[in-house]
């Protein structure tokens, strides 16, 4: 009797059925079904594509000029950290002769800030760009926890809106830096559209779309490379390219309002998952009446480069909305307080500890 | 509990809670009319138009109105019983005469017209026996939906190079048998239940206009509450026909037809009032009983205070299943509680916008939905979206490429460039860039299959009004009501 030797179950090559390859090469297995518009991609041609597109936006937006610095808001989380590692490969593969730096903020919220800081050091190290941090406290004597144990939970995300944007700012004109780049995407743009439509704010409907932001009288310029890119499709990229980001959601509640918004877009995606971009293509395409003079009502017109007379931020009113929530601040703060009294800190991580309890 | 609207002396029992007033079942009618009349007065233009103009013997005075009704649609059908009080006004008024005309259009479909018809002439009929008079004062027509298709002389085959999603057309001419329909657009052409639902609204929108063309109508009055406008806003956003909003809702312009100046306006009467204010007033009036699936609309959300609100939407349907206007009507009905103002912020959001500035070299209108383009949406998609693969770096992807190429899949890929080849080259030679608006691009890139379209060129729709079945059924009517006038007398 002859010996037939078993086949190998572990190095026998993997037959690839032809419905199962790639929708763009046809010649690679697929692997995910793009969110932006359900066709499968291989792995290659998906990080392929999702490159070429941010470069595209870039260049076609001429968002960099040759020898500048940019400051990438960072703050571990995946829209930023995909940001800084799509810039450094973008600048290295494309030559665009711009000098990238980290510049993060910390809020003061225990229990998340300071654990996505230590991903944004290892970014640091990993990526080997240069990290400068900000902190609320440095900046407003208050960090976040603190606000909250006296301005209550529901407005966290005002108060941090705000105070964040403007550290950003101060923070990269300390560093000599004039442009600022976000993490924002097309999710972020298209529900500040809807957001705006549906709270009638006309003031920010025009622009809610700007790639790039600026102030006349502000140095400080913004930009969003990520202004067409799926949310879905950033995660995706981090997770083939491996790297290094800090998932947790802030402990701090989201914004009520906002979260239908979500809701409703997450419905819409189920049926049209085009409709993100189409969202914005609107959003673009949203033109105001022009105003009807009214000779009798007195107007005080917005001058674009006004600035605080407080703290000499840009404001469009005599102060700026980061004054005036201190201002607010400082009146509810205890008269006494204990010395080395920790209790405010980590706030937001013992809400949570307390949910995940059950009995 | 009391109506707060009566006189003190002697106030009738609340039948109605709205906007956090009560009101009786008068008070409410009363209160829906006036929101719906000031609507119709609103400029001088509709106010000639809806006015008795003396001398009686000017005949340009009369103002002729489409009135589109369907008996789907709740807001048509209150729109219609407010329109006829208020020409019962008039007759009672100026010695049995009226300002206006009404034309009463209804589109059908084959399969739902004898319910359709029986319930409209039921109702128009009823109302003709009200105004006691022998008189044109309503017209009811009836056009099947399929007229879209038999009406126009050319059809167009659009096609998009998934390359760079330009659009591509042939047009040819259309006779005889060799005519689309509903069906097999809907059947043949839409991959999911939102496109069916999209072209079949653009059908309608377009014969509803053709007819006011060629009928001569002054103003076609749409029955839009003020949550269905708030959700086809939301909804054109959402389909990226955001450029569209100040269009739509355009009442100040006379309309314009495939570059050709109309003598109508539109209007939307109805525009100040809510969808469950709406409900209400139908279940008072008792008008439920036109109303196709008039047992799910027993069961829609109204005012009233002594019947309990329960959500209209069907609960079990799927997300998948629904169309992006259900999802949104869905979201205004789940958040109208905790955010009770939005429907009505969004339309006076919606009413501060204008049309963007066009950066297209020539003004053009998307041959699906008709609406202007503004800007060109292939060049916008195409800088966004990369469609070229990563290349083939190995023996086996070679291979592998190789096998697709020879597979069904690669056959039928081949089989699309072929039909793009053959109608690239036959293209009519019309710029590049003045096809389809954005939100017809994609609707025609994802939802219709192979990406090819065949679509009637809606410039070629002709003889509109003879194709109404309208003449065999107004003469019933007249016939019926002229018996019981001279009963009567």
Redesign the interface.
């Known amino acids: 009797m002859s010996f037939t030797a078993p086949s190998d179950p572990v190095n026998k090559p993997v037959k690839v059925k032809v419905s199962q390859l790639c929708e763009l090469c046809h010649s690679r297995k697929a692997l995910i079904r793009r969110p932006k518009n359900l066709s499968k991609l291989c792995k290659q041609c998906f990080c392929s594509v999702f490159e070429t597109e941010i470069h595209n936006t870039i260049v076609a937006n001429n968002l960099f000029q040759r020898g500048e610095r940019i400051a990438v808001g960072a703050s571990g989380g995946k829209d930023s950290t995909v940001l800084a590692h799509m810039l450094k490969l973008l600048n290295e593969r494309y030559d665009y002769g711009i000098e990238i730096v980290l510049l993060s903020i910390d809020e003061g919220i225990v229990g998340y800030r300071d654990d996505s800081l230590a991903t944004v050091k290892r970014n640091q190290q990993q990526y080997g760009l240069p990290l400068e941090i900000f902190s609320f406290k440095d900046l407003y004597n208050w960090t976040m926890d603190e606000i909250v144990s006296v301005a209550g939970i529901r407005n966290s995300c005002t108060y941090c809106g705000v105070f964040r944007r403007q550290s950003l700012d101060r923070g990269a004109a300390k560093l000599g830096i004039s442009h600022v780049v976000t993490g924002h995407n097309a999710d972020d743009m298209a529900e500040t559209v809807l957001m705006n439509i549906l709270r009638g704010d006309v003031a920010r409907l025009e622009k809610s779309t700007a790639i790039i932001t600026q102030s006349s009288g502000s140095p400080i310029k913004r930009s969003k490379p990520f202004k067409y890119s799926y949310q879905k499709e950033i995660v995706l990229y981090a997770h083939y390219m491996k790297l290094d980001y800090f998932s947790t959601e802030c402990t701090y509640a989201p914004e009520a309002f906002r979260g239908t918004a979500r809701e409703y877009m997450k419905n819409l995606e189920a049926v049209r998952p085009s409709c993100i971009v189409d969202i914005i293509q609107s959003g673009e395409n949203l033109a105001l009446k022009a105003k009807k003079s009214n000779a009798k009502k007195k107007v005080v017109k917005f001058v674009d480069g006004n600035r605080c007379s407080k703290c000499g931020y840009l404001s469009s009113n005599i102060i700026c909305k980061a004054c005036m929530l201190l201002e607010g601040l400082e009146k509810s703060r205890a008269q006494v307080s204990i010395e080395n009294d920790t209790s405010t800190e980590g706030a937001a991580m013992k809400l949570r500890a307390l949910e995940k309890l059950s009995f | 509990m009391e109506c707060q609207r009566c006189h003190v002396s002697g106030r009738k029992p609340a039948t109605v809670n709205s906007r956090k007033e009560r009101f009786c079942d008068e008070c409410f009618i009363n209160f829906v009319s006036i929101k719906q009349r000031k609507q119709m007065m609103k400029d001088e233009f509709f106010r000639n138009l809806f006015k008795v103009v003396y001398p009686l013997d000017q005949k340009e005075s009369i103002g002729k109105i489409l009135l589109p009704l369907s008996p789907s649609d709740s807001g048509s059908l209150v729109m219609l019983d407010i329109v006829h009080d208020l020409l019962l006004e008039q007759l009672k008024q100026h010695n049995n005469h009226t300002g206006f005309t009404v034309d009463v259009l209804t589109i059908f479909t084959e399969e739902n017209f004898p319910v359709v018809r029986e319930r409209m002439e039921s109702l128009v009929k009823e109302k003709m026996l009200e105004l006691n008079k022998t008189s044109n004062i309503y017209k009811v027509h009836f056009i099947n939906i399929n007229e879209f298709f038999n009406s126009t002389s050319e059809v167009s085959s659009l096609i998009i190079d998934d390359g760079n999603f330009e659009i591509f057309t042939k047009s040819r001419s259309v006779g005889g048998g060799n005519r689309l329909t509903l069906d097999e657009i809907s059947g043949e052409y839409c991959l ?1 239940n ?1 496109s069916r639902t999209d072209l079949t609204s653009i059908m309608k929108v377009q014969l509803i206009k053709h007819f006011a063309y060629e009928n001569g109508n002054n103003a076609i009055m749409w029955g839009h509450s003020m949550t269905k406008l708030s959700e086809v ?2 909804s ?8 569209q ?2 269009t739509f809702l355009d009442t100040e312009s006379f309309d314009n037809l495939d570059d050709k100046p109309c003598n109508y306006k539109n209007l939307y009467p109805m525009k100040d009032l809510l969808s469950v204010e709406i409900e209400s007033f139908l279940q008072i009036k008792n008008l439920a009983k036109y109303l196709i699936n008039a047992e799910e609309t027993n069961s829609k959300p109204s005012c009233s205070v002594t019947k309990n609100p329960s959500p209209s939407l069907d609960k079990q349907k799927l ?2 299943n ?3 206007n259900e ?2 009507n ?2 205004f009905q ?2 109208q509680n ?2 009770s103002n ?1 429907i009505s ?2 339309l ?3 009413d ?6 066009s950066n297209m070299i020539k003004p053009s209108k998307c041959q699906i939905c008709q609406s202007k383009i ?2 060109n ?1 292939s060049d ?1 998609l195409d ?10 770096e190995t023996n086996e ?2 291979y ?2 190789k ?3 020879d ?1 069904k ?2 056959q039928s890929h081949t089989h699309y460039m072929q039909l793009l080849g053959e109608i690239k080259n036959d293209n009519d030679g019309s710029n590049k860039d003045d096809k389809l608006c ?2 017809c691009l ?1 609707l025609l890139n ?1 939802s219709i299959k192979d990406k090819n379209l065949i679509w009637p060129k809606v410039n070629t729709m002709n003889g509109l009004v003879n194709s109404t079945n309208n003449d065999r059924e107004l003469s019933q009517i007249l016939e019926q009501f002229e018996i019981n006038s001279d009963l009567e007398e």
């Open positions: 999911n939102s806003i939301i054109l956003v959402v389909k990226g026909k955001g450029s909003i100040a997300v998948k629904m169309t992006i999802i949104t869905k979201y789940d958040i905790d955010y939005i912020t969004v006076r959001t919606a501060k916008l204008t049309e963007p500035i503004y800007s949406p916008w800088r966004i979206t990369v469609t070229s693969p990563y290349p083939i992807e070679e592998l490429f096998q697709w190429q597979s899949l690669g954005y939100g994609i994802t």
